[in-house]
């Protein structure tokens, strides 16, 4: 097949990621880089190749040339999707858009509605849709394996060091500048709910809040920064032990130490920490998103779900059990356990999964699995590639929406109302 050429529209951790798989595998080059951070610009075109006239500034610079690629990774902040979407959607650019697809309904309906007027691909980054793990798990259900599916139980565990480096001291920490952490984090698990049961829910409830990561929860002497603290040492949350503990280990500095510096040295750290917002005590930030949240839904045919994120967890793969009206299937991510009514005999499904849970470890092999599926889709012509598009990604988007309006109201919302 074809070389697909690809402009790289922010190149942040994820923007990097599938601009390297992509590299990589040989079926993609990075032939334009927009990216408003000189330092991170710069490192782009040398990583790729890019020359210095194929630099831009940022999406706008870009925009204002003739299409140039075939397609554009997106990858800019979650507020900043939508403009630069809808623009090189109408120049003839296929899109692979970093989720959340925009932070607001309209946005994101606004994206949805200029991929089809302009007859693009826009592949949403719901990479738990593309996992091995995942392939298999729908196929057990869509087979019949365990009869007609009644209720699910689903757990994101976020984990506890995770949610204070990006949902209490990182970018994603309040929902004014970012968006609900529902949306955030989570519209990966509530697509991937949806995929699975095959259907999008008719209502849903939800309760959740922030109750730990605030000021009146902070122990006694607690200083505004882990290098001042005289109880850092005993502290869950500790920015010292967590970001000081990457150095060394390629895949923690990749992520998430590069997120507070890109001086990997006991120095480099330590002046992040001093200056910098990673080295703020999480119960003195200015952060606002739900530390926990329970989302109630229920399905069309009566089919029932309970989805839990929780950050106080160890960080690791979701954990999902299915109980269907012949059988029962539980999931960790890896692996799949099956029993069968009928038989009572038990079975062991394993997709033989490599990459772990986290981002720098690829999301279970989903990262580069939609990196795969959206070049070949973009060489080929074919969306069959796919495992969504833009109107299924913003029906789940939808569904998450809803639930955060519940979680407000207190209301049982109906989805699309």
């Known amino acids: 097949m074809p070389r697909v050429t690809l402009a790289l529209v922010g190149a942040g951790l994820r923007g990097l990621t599938y601009a390297r798989h992509a590299r990589d595998t040989g079926a993609g080059e990075v032939v334009a880089v927009a990216e408003p951070d000189p330092v991170r610009r710069a490192a782009a075109g040398r990583e790729f190749g890019v020359p210095a006239h194929r630099l831009y500034t940022g999406w706008e610079e870009l925009a204002g040339r003739e299409r140039l690629a075939d397609a554009a990774v997106v990858a800019t902040q979650d507020r900043l999707h939508t403009a630069p979407a809808v623009r090189l959607a109408g120049l003839g650019y296929h899109l692979l858009l970093e989720k959340p697809m925009a932070t607001e309904e309209r946005e994101a309906t606004a994206v949805a509605e200029a991929a089809e007027r302009a007859g693009i691909m826009l592949a949403v980054c719901h990479v738990l849709r593309y996992t091995p793990y995942t392939r298999a798990l729908k196929s057990l259900l869509d087979s019949g394996r365990i009869g007609r599916l009644t209720s699910v139980e689903h757990l994101e565990p976020v984990g506890w ?38 259907s999008t829910p008719r209502r849903v409830s939800s309760f959740g809040s922030l109750s730990h990561f605030r000021a009146d929860a902070a122990p006694a002497g607690a200083a505004e920064r882990c290098l001042d ?17 990457c150095l060394g280990d390629a895949d923690s500095e990749f992520w998430p130490l590069s997120a507070v510096t890109d001086t990997f040295t006991e120095e480099g750290v330590e002046r992040a920490l001093r200056t910098g917002p990673y080295g703020r005590c999480v119960y003195a930030c200015d952060n606002d998103v739900v530390d926990h949240q329970v989302v109630a839904m229920e399905f069309a045919d009566g089919a029932t779900c309970s989805f839990t994120m929780s950050a106080f967890t160890p960080m690791g793969h979701r954990r999902t059990r299915l109980h269907g009206t ?24 394993d997709p033989e999964i490599t990459a772990g849970a986290s981002a720098a470890d690829g999301h279970g092999g989903g990262d580069e699995a939609l990196v795969d599926a959206f070049l070949d889709a973009v060489a080929t012509g074919d969306a069959s590639a796919l495992a969504s598009d833009a109107a299924a990604s913003l029906a789940s988007h939808r569904v998450v929406w809803a639930a955060e309006r519940a979680r407000r109201t207190g209301e049982v919302v109906t989805v699309g109302s």
Request: net charge negative; glycine share 10%.
């Open 229 to 245: 603290c005289s109880v850092e040492a005993d502290c869950p949350y500790s920015a010292k032990r967590l970001y000081l503990g």
């Open 161 to 198: 060091w995770h949610q204070a480096h990006s949902f209490v001291r990182g970018n994603w920490g309040r929902s004014d500048t970012s968006a609900p952490m529902l949306l955030t984090k989570a519209c990966h698990d509530v697509d991937w709910l949806v995929h699975l049961v095959g």
């Open 326 to 349: 012949h059988g029962f299937a539980e999931g960790d991510g890896t692996s799949i356990r099956l029993v069968d009514f009928r038989t009572g005999a038990e079975s062991v499904v």
